[in-house]
């Protein structure tokens, strides 16, 4: 006999939490369509020279990889971004540009478990590449809006969030402004301490490993320290980058991005500017977006992406600029949980429909096909067992209704609907299945 | 640079591929919700002991397989079957009999490719764990044709099929009774050629290999050549199995599928007994489905399963019986497309807002969200290039509708709705939001 176990990092979904997780990816499948963002797929096994070397030292060091029975060494995909990568430059001509895709799929590294981490996690992605156009950038904070909106709609309360929006070029343009563009990497490092050692321990590490004056260290700060509405920011960015061209344009394009999410329907408090993130140092080029709970913002980012210049340059010499985002799922159903937003529930259906007479199963199947048919997911429990059994397995499950009738409801042509959340009981017609299904329906909304 | 390729046996699925499969996927799951399946997901990679020797030697030899590491033995999961098994072994408890799931999930097998054989495919169960009783196999039945039915109506349709049905304790019983018991593994190889070879030569076969007389062979025939309506078939198989406990309780199972299925509202020309097949030798033990079109039957069953006795007797103690089908996506989108059901459609939204007038991309994006608010799919292209470019690109990918409106159509309030199909343009409201999304809607229908 085997023992019955996953390994280490890897995890079994029970039905409890497949459901929600499953919600929550039809609902980003539904908003990413609606904007016309198209689906694709990739394996999950690569040729390891396409895996290797494209994301960190730490993404290679974790990668699963092995040789194949044909000799070839692989490896298993460990984002979704490389092979997004490798997929323009393989198809571009198939494809056309602009290209839109999203791609949900499950992605593996051999991380330390000790943090927390999963070895296997879904990735839910969605990009724009081959234009530069802002249009691109303000859509990306539009579908970032809907989704999280939507999330909350498909979890049954509003949920607040705002999106923290900057541009990579501002600071970029201040610092050549300043002639500090050789040091960006030392300036972001220590800018990226602000909230944790506070303004003079950041000016001096920016004065001892990048060599400002303590008027160059000023200005940076004053950059990540604007606050104010949008405008107000706007003008004093404006104002810091005043004379640089790709300043200027930096804060251009954030400006057509807050003008163009309000017309988008994006209200103004859910969208903010904040000169203080650059999320990373090398990869993204332009927009950046952040999206934070407002109930929970210490999880941190729940949607996180932005621009850059060159996705495939290590595949293809056209050079291919783009933008997107990525849905952090398995944060936010954490967050969900903690919000008391998931059910326990741990069936999709909400109606069992009792086998009480055991006569009478065809009865039963009639019964669960008439409601089919109206859109109301129905189990009809196996095994002529008893009563109490069936519900205390529709109570454990989650189911809303239970449906009981006998050789006596239906001779009456009437039968029970038992709200399993209340345990009230009430009549309903087995005659008409209108009205049936108009009881159940009452019941279940 | 590295050459942009995917390794052999695997492939990409671009948007025009991508569009049908996810739609298909989103049908089964649909389907098996309103039956109460609830979802699970298990890891795609397991313990080598956990996959190896559950399989055949088949699976076995084309396992992926490698040390991890931690220096463990894994395997790439080959089928959603095994890792049912673990996962019930190891969670009864939690979740409780009888436990309906389905499972939708990539599956790996380093096949000979030659014969058109992906190595990374996608399966998509369900299974009704921890019940002998008819009705799970009865609703078996009936999901398989709701799947089908469903299937159809998504891809635009009735899709005519037969499901066929028998049940394993037939032949078992009149072997039983004919004193082969013992001999039924070469006498379900013979009778597997019946179609092939012909019946004197299944019957020399069977002499040789299974030692049958000339009577004993012409009853095993005359079983597995019966034919007629269901009334007239179960009568024959009852009279062949007369007297034999298990062939008797095989025929009125059938029984109860047949007249099941009738009240579940299948129609009678869908479902079919069929003697005749057997779905392998060792696996299933009572109710067997095979699911053929009637357009198409030479590609083999879209659709196959049945009961088997005990699915995790290699982890756990506790006999779990079941029954369960899997749908054949990839066969069933091959055969969509040999009849024509696909669309070349490359966008999974029907509406390309033409960015026309370079200064009034907030307006395309006040439209745009218009129509989405009203459920209605909507690009917005991201550059104002020539519009001739823009509706190339619009017909390529198979956008159904363009919305054109530049300097003087905002003026007037009304812009111009282009049918891309017919090339034909309609006038359509700016001012009132309603009357716009009627003017498409009625595109769209």
Not at 138 to 151: A, F, Q, W
Not at 216 to 224: G, H
Not at 363 to 380: F, H, Q, S
Not at 421 to 430: D, Q
Request: charged content about 25%; aromatic content about 8%.
């Amino acid at each position: 006999m085997i023992e019955p176990r996953t390994l280490k990092g890897f995890r079994d979904y029970l039905p409890e939490a497949m459901i929600p997780r499953e919600r929550l990816i039809a609902t980003a499948r539904d908003v990413y369509r609606s904007f016309g963002y198209s689906p694709i797929d990739t394996p999950a096994l690569e040729y390891l020279e396409v895996l290797k070397g494209k994301g960190s030292d730490e993404t290679d060091r974790l990668m699963y990889e092995f040789e194949d029975h044909g000799g070839r060494m692989v490896g298993m995909r460990f984002d979704l971004t490389v092979p997004l990568a490798r997929f323009v430059a393989q198809h571009v001509n198939e494809i056309g540009l602009p290209f839109k895709r999203y791609h949900i799929g499950s992605v593996w590294r051999g991380e330390n478990t000790s943090r927390g981490r999963y070895r296997e996690f879904m990735q839910c992605d969605f990009d724009t590449i081959g234009t530069r156009a802002v249009a691109a950038d303000i859509e990306t904070g539009l579908v970032i809006y809907e989704l999280i909106r939507k999330i909350g709609e498909a979890f049954g309360r509003p949920l607040p969030f705002t999106i923290h929006v900057n541009n990579r070029a501002v600071l970029s343009g201040l610092l050549q402004k300043l002639g500090l563009a050789e040091r960006s990497t030392e300036i972001l490092r220590a800018l990226d301490k602000l909230a944790k050692i506070g303004r003079e321990k950041v000016a001096a590490e920016m004065a001892s490993t990048a060599g400002t004056t303590g008027e160059q260290a000023e200005q940076v700060l004053k950059l990540a320290e604007i606050s104010g509405d949008s405008d107000a920011i706007l003008s004093q960015l404006a104002q810091l980058v005043a004379g640089n061209p790709q300043g200027e344009e930096g804060v251009e394009r954030l400006r057509a991005i807050v003008r163009g999410a309000a017309a988008g329907g994006v209200p103004e408090s859910a969208l903010k500017i904040d000169a203080s993130i650059a999320r990373g140092l090398d990869y993204y080029t332009g927009a950046i977006f952040e999206t934070f709970l407002a109930d929970l913002p210490t999880i941190g980012s729940i949607c996180s992406g932005g621009r850059y210049d060159n996705l495939a340059g290590l595949f293809t010499k056209q050079e291919l600029p783009g933008i997107g985002a990525s849905l952090g799922l398995d944060r936010l159903l954490a967050a969900l949980e903690e919000l008391g937003m998931l059910s326990k529930v741990r069936t999709p259906a909400p109606v069992l429909i009792a086998y009480f007479d055991k006569d009478r199963l065809d009865d039963y199947l009639r019964l669960a096909a008439v409601l089919r048919g109206a859109g109301i997911g129905v189990e009809v429990y196996p095994e002529p067992k008893k009563l109490g059994q069936q519900l205390q397995y529709a109570d454990r499950r989650g189911f809303r209704v239970a449906i009981i009738a006998g050789e006596r409801e239906f001779t009456a042509g009437r039968c029970q609907l038992k709200n399993l959340a209340t345990t009230e009981a009430t009549e309903a017609s087995l005659q008409d299945p209108e009205q049936l299904i108009a009881s159940v329906r009452a019941l279940l909304s």
